[in-house]
T-cell receptor, first 114, second 115 residues
Framework: EAGVTQSPTHLIKTRGQQATLRCSPI?????VYWYQQALGLGLQFLLW???????NRGNFPPRFSGRQFPNYSSELNVNALELEDSALYLC?????????????FGPGTRLTVL | AQSVTQLDSQVPVFEEAPVELRCNYS??????LFWYVQYPNQGLQLLLK??????LVKGINGFEAEFNKSQTSFHLRKPSVHISDTAEYFC?????????????FGTGTRLLVSP
């Protein structure tokens, strides 16, 4: 069974541009979580999507947004990129919404903003 | 709000030696506890989790952790490490009253195993 996949692996953008990151869940998983792993800041919760809806977001500005498609894959969009947005972006998926469900992580997209 | 502290940013150890990676958390409510491992250039993989029941939790790759409620700790241990255990280890919590799976992570501990 395929795991969580993310694309692209690497993404290089310049300040002010927009970035789009994609996540495909494990088959049967309906919830997608996005995390930012920035140097010196650790892993921080960004967004949670379930059944096509944004359910919760972390302490990030509105230029971080996304959506979830009918096939449960998800997109993370970062507008007006800033240098400090450079980070590894990880998505994780679960088959349910219980806090006890295990989150399965993808390999991440490394975003570099120049 | 809950927080997780991993005091050791880096732990060097020789192969076949025992290791303990420390994790302390603070929360005003009960939490679920997790340890994840991140190998170079990869995502996170769940090592083990504590939800309830026995305070000693066994995970994959020979790792185990013990939940200590009075000390609000969840230290990770392995009796004998291998070179392949070299990785970054993250302790994380989910608050039971959050209503969803918001993992709050520690800053990570880099385990360096040398021959």
């Amino acid at each position: 069974e395929a795991g969580v996949t993310q694309s692209p692996t690497h993404l290089i953008k310049t300040r002010g541009q927009q970035a789009t990151l994609r996540c495909s869940p494990i088959s049967g998983h309906t919830s997608v979580y996005w995390y930012q792993q920035a140097l010196g800041l650790g892993l921080q919760f960004l967004l949670w999507y379930d059944e096509g809806e944004e359910r919760n977001r972390g302490n990030f500005p509105p230029r971080f947004s996304g959506r979830q498609f009918p096939n449960y894959s998800s997109e993370l969009n970062v507008n007006a990129l800033e240098l400090e947005d450079s980070a590894l972006y990880l998505c994780a998926t679960t088959g349910g919404t219980s806090p006890t469900d295990t989150q399965y992580f993808g390999p991440g997209t490394r975003l570099t903003v120049l | 709000a809950q927080s997780v502290t991993q005091l050791d940013s880096q732990v060097p150890v020789f192969e076949e030696a025992p290791v303990e990676l420390r994790c302390n958390y603070s929360s005003s409510v009960s939490v679920y506890l997790f340890w994840y491992v991140q190998y170079p250039n990869q995502g996170l993989q769940l090592l083990l989790k504590y939800l309830s029941g026995s305070t000693l939790v066994k995970g994959i790759n020979g790792f185990e952790a013990e939940f200590n409620k009075s000390q609000t700790s969840f230290h990770l241990r392995k009796p004998s490490v291998h070179i392949s255990d070299t990785a970054e280890y993250f302790c994380a919590v989910i608050s039971m009253n959050t209503g969803f799976q918001k993992l709050v992570f520690g800053t990570g501990t880099r385990l360096l195993v040398s021959p």
